[in-house]
């Protein structure tokens, strides 16, 4: 089955700074790669996400590149504020399949 | 509120116990899953069903564990004997019809979990 590692799993950066979170995986099968934020005590909510036809996404303060080659993946948040603080879960599947999570990385970020 | 919803949102029960959990999903979504996520762990998946038929079980659900979608819409997840280990946050999310071919139909909405306490 897929094995999907994330790292860092605890991230502190500065008001303004970028965040950067790094996914692995292991199944070449999969081709959809979505990214999860998670408020205390609240649902898993979809922020952007990736599919194997393309190599970068980017919607607004947020971007995700892909890399196949190597199975990896990567969350890039500029321009950080208080409101990003959150646990961050990537995942990966197949299409219409179930998701196989990281274990998460919590950003703060400090104002 | 169109979103996936679950009830109850809590539940404490003492070991032994059986518990059952309910998921709406969004309307006309015809996949259902059902996560487990335990605390600092990202969501594992258990199970899903393609409107009433459940495909696909995981090797994390024991016997004790029992899962329905009878009219496709609706699903519920039942815990019998509940142990201690089965404390957690139970989560369940829907996706639309991927035979659609819309963009966005591998996209998964997730409930906002049923928190199990076993006592």
């Known amino acids: 089955g897929e094995n999907v590692e994330q790292h860092p799993s605890t991230l502190s950066v500065q008001e303004g700074d970028s965040a950067v979170i790094k996914c692995t995986y292991s199944d070449s099968a999969s081709n959809y790669f979505p990214w999860y934020k998670q408020e205390l005590g609240k649902r898993p909510q979809l922020i952007i996400d990736?599919?194997?036809?393309?190599g970068e996404k980017k919607d607004q303060r947020i971007a995700v590149t892909l890399n196949k080659t190597a199975k990896h993946f990567s969350l890039h948040i500029t321009e950080t504020q208080p409101e990003d603080s959150a646990v961050y879960f990537c995942a990966a599947s197949r299409v219409d399949y179930k998701l196989s999570f990281g274990a998460g990385t919590t950003v703060t970020v400090r104002a | 509120d169109t979103g996936v919803s679950q009830d109850p949102r809590h539940k404490i029960t003492k070991r032994g116990q059986n518990v059952t959990f309910r998921c709406d999903p969004i309307?006309?979504?015809?996949?259902l899953y059902w996560y487990r996520q335990t605390l600092g762990q990202g969501p594992e998946f258990l199970t899903y069903f393609q409107n009433e038929a459940q495909l696909e079980k995981s090797r994390l659900l024991s016997d004790r564990f029992s899962a329905e979608r009878p009219k496709g819409s609706f699903s519920t997840l039942e815990i019998q004997r509940t142990e201690q280990g089965d404390s957690a946050m139970y989560l369940c999310?829907?996706?639309?019809?991927?035979?659609?071919?819309?963009?966005?139909?591998?996209?998964?909405?997730f409930g906002p979990g049923t928190r199990l306490t076993v006592l």
């Open positions: 990736i599919r194997s036809n393309v």
């Open positions: 309307s006309e979504h015809n996949r």
């Open positions: 999310a829907s996706s639309p019809d991927y035979r659609s071919g819309r963009d966005g139909t591998d996209t998964q909405y």
